[in-house]
């Protein structure tokens, strides 16, 4: 049992709790003990793709930390709390609400590489502590911004069209370290108003989509039927834009000792060295020489 399991985390939900959802399913099959780890947060109130790295995978966990998101969300005008989504305190109101051609105006502004405040109550550190927690006994907290991509933000086909809108639906594709709850923030107070997110669920986790995804149900129905090799995807899932280098027998055993190859003709960069169909490491290209980044113990 050495993969990932994608799930669809509900709404309410946190990220270790998923863990330790699929830690009961191991143990409800008998599969034996096995590491497991989730590849990047989703907030309690957020839905959709979370993955959950299991035995050998846990070493490529955090590279899930590092690849792009999609996500789909709501913003709700007219109120904007503390936390920036519904679970929050209201701190600011406005009668203002934008109409659609408004909001469509005005997502290239939020398009490209863009600078971003981070939300007060997120799980970056201050001085060592968590700015939530530092939130939460009353404490005014200053984020620095910082830099992070939208590749895409668009709108639903489905949005009205002449009238004012209370809400709205966005799908935001995104790089590493973006804040959906900002961006919500953002666009409102750039259409004259405020907002909050209503909705958030995340339908794209690097190379994991909503079509490997599986419920929280159907993933205890497997594990009491001892049938999670149905739904485990193989460690190469998550390392899909990564070419494979194909070793020799001794070439392996030299990795899996530690050594570095020479003489390998390949272009500089990562690749994921397999024997035959066994992943053997993630190594790195480096003028025909190739030094192991993760060994697997398979």
Do not use: C
Request: no cysteine; aromatic share 4%; proline share 5%.
């Amino acid at each position: 049992m050495h993969g990932w399991i994608i799930l669809d985390k509900p709404v309410g939900l946190g990220s270790t709790q998923a863990v330790s959802a699929v830690k009961r399913a191991l143990r409800g099959g008998d599969y034996g003990k096995f590491k497991v780890g989730h590849g990047g947060t989703l907030d309690p109130l957020a839905s959709g793709v979370l993955p959950i790295a299991v035995g050998e995978a846990t070493k490529l966990a955090g590279r899930m930390l590092d690849s792009d998101k999609v996500y789909d969300f709501t913003i709700t005008f007219g109120v904007q709390t503390d936390t920036l989504d519904a679970e929050g305190v209201e701190i600011a109101t406005s009668e203002v609400r934008p109409m659609l051609a408004q909001v469509e105006a005005v997502l290239p502004r939020f398009t490209g590489p863009i600078d971003q405040v981070p939300p007060a109550y997120s799980a970056l550190k201050v001085d060592g502590e968590r700015a939530y927690d530092l939130a939460r006994a009353g404490e005014e907290v200053v984020l620095a911004s910082r830099a992070v991509t939208i590749y895409s933000l668009s709108s639903s086909p489905a949005q009205s069209i002449g009238e004012e809108l209370e809400s709205i639906t966005l799908t935001a594709h995104v790089s590493k370290g973006t804040y959906i709850r900002s961006l919500a923030r953002d666009i409102a107070l750039a259409l004259g108003t405020v907002g909050h997110v209503t909705m958030l669920r995340r339908i794209e986790a690097g190379p994991f989509t909503l079509e490997n995804a599986i419920s929280l149900d159907k993933l205890a129905e497997l594990g009491n039927a001892r049938g999670l090799e149905q739904i485990l995807l193989p460690l190469r899932a998550g390392l899909d834009d990564i070419p494979a280098l194909s070793l020799t027998p001794d070439q392996a055993g030299a990795l899996r000792q530690g050594r570095v190859l020479t003489g390998i003709a390949r272009d500089d960069g990562l690749h994921f060295a397999v024997l035959d169909d066994i992943p053997v490491a993630l190594v790195e290209v480096q003028g025909q020489s190739v030094h192991v980044v993760r060994g697997f113990n398979l």
